[in-house]
């Protein structure tokens, strides 16, 4: 007795699957599912709220970036190549019924060094373009009228290195690496091998395009939440209507890759203070500014004892905190520091559960050489709140001073 064979669109996702091993050699095979469920989900953009980003990156040229690219160039759905397109000629490219599949090399040329600030705006376009519905709006000079033009497409960039985090947040990341003389691929030739891979996109465009309402309506249980779900919910839709074992790889590489992607998530200045300070106030409710900065500035692997070039400042850090309404304040410290600028732990707590990754309590050190105590001249109601260190002993007071 012989097995069923798939169903037709599990057979041609598998198909597009062996495609991508004959030409790619992709890290693992999680990333090689999101790859082909990436492509696939190209075929059904009319279909989705939620435009994904494929970033195909590497540390080093020779990774097999544009390879790779080729194949997604030869199978996803209306394919529109650029190198170093201008904002609106891409703008221009991209309709609001049959949007193109963008492709975008070398874009570390474009996001990288000094061209960064010169692509905001297109960078602005790729971020909207992943939500339906989020048009560039222009004063149309001829007309006398507004003009809305539409973004929403999906888009694929390769290029060395990170792309800005902004997009990343909303891709598929692919992380190539360089071949080892043990890993074999075929050589690829658009001429000889471009007819064949159309002609898989022919038969994704055929499956899904008549199954546009179905997917349109899905609402598959997600592994992930937020942006994640957003970004990996039309990958999920095309494998379960794939049937055979694609649902279940599917889930299981959107899982592995957004784990992957956290685990190497670059931080902005801002989150990395704020994350920094966790590891620092881990075993007491107050401090000094200038203890908190000599115990950042000596954070192993951290940016703060060159921060801008002199190291962290006081004032650098009340700006950056600031943005998540965290101040200091003057508090009453064990002598001989007595009453200084310092901060809270309590004035982190609210930022830290809304903006840093979980991590599991620390136990370290207790810290000993600032102990807040209360200072019998400073009223208990008044505004500066005083506490004992998290860990350390009752407070005793000096000989010949009374406890408050």
């Known amino acids: 007795m012989t097995d069923s064979p798939p169903p037709e669109g599990a057979a041609i996702l598998d198909r597009l699957h062996a495609v991508l091993i004959k030409y790619v050699i992709l890290p693992n095979s999680e990333t090689i599912d999101a790859a082909v469920l990436w492509i696939a989900a190209t075929h059904a953009q009319q279909a989705w709220t939620h435009a994904p980003r494929l970033v195909i990156k590497a540390p080093e040229k020779r990774c097999g970036k544009s390879r790779f690219l080729d194949v997604v160039d030869g199978t996803c759905y209306r394919p ?99 071949r080892t003389r043990a890993e074999k691929v075929a050589p690829f030739r658009s ?17 899904l ?17 937020d942006r994640a779900a957003d970004t990996w919910e039309p990958l999920i839709a095309v494998a379960d209507l794939a049937g055979g074992n694609w649902p279940e790889r599917a889930r299981h590489a959107a899982l592995a890759l957004n784990a992957a992607r956290e685990g190497d998530a670059e ?10 300070c966790r590891a620092v106030f881990a075993s007491f409710e107050a401090m000094p500014s200038t203890a908190l900065l000599e115990r950042l500035k000596a954070l192993p692997e951290a940016p703060w004892a060159e921060f801008n070039g002199s190291g962290l400042t006081a004032m650098k850090l009340g700006v950056l905190l600031k943005e998540y309404e965290i101040a200091s304040e003057n508090i009453t410290f ?32 207790p810290y000993k050489p600032y102990k807040p105590y209360a200072d019998p001249q400073t009223p208990s109601s008044g505004n500066v709140r005083l506490f004992e260190p998290r860990t350390a002993k009752p407070y005793t007071p000096p000989p010949g001073q009374t406890s408050p």
């Open 267 to 276: 931080y902005s200045d801002r989150l990395r203070l704020l994350i920094d």
């Open 334 to 365: 064990e002598q001989p520091t007595g009453r200084v600028k310092g901060f809270h732990r309590a004035a982190f707590v609210d930022a830290w559960q809304r903006y840093c990754p979980a991590e599991e309590d620390p136990a370290p050190e």
């Open 80 to 178: 529109f190549m650029t190198v170093n397109s201008s904002t609106a000629a891409i703008c221009r490219s991209i309709t609001d019924a049959d949007p193109p599949t963008i492709l975008l090399d070398e874009a570390d040329t474009v996001f990288g060094g000094k061209q960064a600030e010169a692509n905001e705006e297109l960078r602005g376009l790729l971020n909207a373009g992943h939500q339906r519905g989020r048009p560039m709006t222009r004063w149309d000079h001829q007309k006398k009228e507004l003009e809305r033009i539409p973004t929403f497409a999906m888009a694929a960039l390769a290029g060395i290195g990170s792309m800005p985090d902004t997009i990343e947040d909303r891709a598929v990341v692919v992380k190539m690496r360089r």
């Open 209 to 225: 395009r008549p199954n546009l309402t179905e997917l349109e309506n899905a609402e598959p249980v997600m592994p992930l939440e």
């Open 191 to 207: 001429r000889r091998d471009g007819p064949a891979l159309r002609q898989l996109a022919n038969d994704l465009t055929s499956w």
